[in-house]
Every structure is written in C-alpha cells, then in structure tokens.
C-alpha cells in the first residue's frame, strides 16, 4: 500500500538553513511534491519534482530525490520567522493523480 | 488568475443538518479532487474526478456522503445527515494534466 512518512517536528533558528525528510513507498511515482500550510490556510504548493530528476533548485528553496532509497527532503536556506509552517510531502499513487500526503512537519523558527 | 474557490470558507451546523461544500477550479484544469483535513488522520482524497466523470470514489466515508461533479467548472460535496464527527476542514483541489495540483483555502466544517 502506500504510505508517505514525516517527522513531525523540527525547530530551527532564523538564519539557518532547514531540512525537512520524506520517505515514500509508491516507486512508481512520477511526481512529488512539497505543500506549505500556515495556520488557518489552505495548502500552497511549493515545489515539485519529477523523478527522473536527483535535484530541483528554486531559490530558497532545494529538493533532493533519492529514488534508491525512496527519500525525499526539502531544505530551505536562510530560514525565516515567516516560513513557520507545517510542511507535507506528497506522491502521486499509482499515476492516477491521487495524492498521497505525509502527516506535516512542523516548522517552527525562532528568532 | 483566480485560484480554486471554495464556499463556504466556515459553516457551523447541527447533527443531522444537510451540509453542502461548493467548489470552482480553475478554469482549464480537468481533475478535481476533495480531501478531508483532520487532526487524527490528517489529508485524506475522499473522491477525484477527472474531465467530470468520478474515477475514484474510495475514500468517501460512508453513504451520508456524496459529490457531484455537472460541469467542468463545480462540484459539490454534500453531507446528509451530519454528524459531529464529520467537523474537519474540507479542501478542494484541481489540476491539469501536468500534475501539478493546486489547494483551495478549504471548508472549515463544525458539526455540533
């Protein structure tokens, strides 16, 4: 079946850079993504990667694949109070557009 | 462009009360999903539809719940009877073939 897995907590200090983790099951995803939630809101979409790809850089933002080990992570350079959030990681089950969301991690930046 | 949109941002309603979530895509995209948000077992698809048609229909709780897609540009998800535990946040999502699938701002449901 499929599953995607997330710690729920990480606490860093404004300025420094933040990793986030993933592992998934689906190794037929083609995509997988990265969603912030801010208190209240809805999910925005951050980044995504295809899976023919190691690396994606956007800004403060990098994505690293590990398709071998079905690992995913988001790293995000220069962390802000604002980007305090809980974070998801998603897969595309089975190529039929149905997203399979991790639980969130918690982000939380102090400054 | 305007994103996905959803009505009612918040409703409060009583047990056994029709409850019904309206949802507009964006415009183009061709799959529409509803997902149910809550703390104990977080993002959940209910239903997606692709170009209308409902192709996956697993993740609807039980027959109190039902969604309906008439044309490319709404859907609905209704709940009848209501039940508190149906109190959750109600997201609807769309997307175009490319996959990249975007959130509304969801339906903040509370049944009491």
């Known amino acids: 079946g499929e599953d995607v897995e997330q710690s729920l907590f990480l606490s860093v200090r404004e300025g420094d850079s933040s990793v986030i983790n993933c592992t998934y099951t689906?190794?037929?995803?083609?995509?997988l993504y990265w969603y912030k939630q801010e208190p209240g809101a809805g999910l925005q979409l951050l980044t995504y990667?295809?899976?023919?790809?190691d690396m994606k850089q956007d800004q403060r933002l990098t994505v690293l694949l590990n398709k071998k080990d079905k690992h995913l992570s988001l790293r995000i350079a220069d962390t802000q109070t604002g980007d305090s959030a809980i974070y998801f990681c998603?897969?595309?089950?089975?190529?039929?557009?149905?997203?399979?969301f991790g639980q969130g991690t918690e982000l939380s930046v102090k400054p | 462009d305007a994103g996905v949109i959803q009505s009612p941002r918040h409703e409060v309603t009583e047990m056994g009360q029709e409850v019904t979530l309206r949802c507009k895509p964006i415009s183009g995209h061709n799959s529409l999903f509803w997902y149910r948000q809550t703390m104990m077992r977080g993002l959940e698809l209910l239903i997606y539809f692709n170009n209308n048609v409902p192709i996956d229909d697993s993740g609807m709780p039980e027959d109190r719940f039902s969604a309906k897609m008439p044309n490319a540009s709404f859907s609905t998800l209704k709940i009848q009877p209501s039940e508190p535990r149906d109190s959750a946040v109600y997201f609807c999502a769309s997307s175009l073939m490319d996959y990249t699938i975007y959130f509304g701002e969801g339906s903040w449901l509370t049944v009491v």
């Open positions: 990667i295809f899976s023919n790809m």
């Open positions: 689906d190794s037929s995803s083609t995509y």
């Open positions: 998603a897969e595309v089950y089975n190529q039929g557009g149905k997203l399979i």
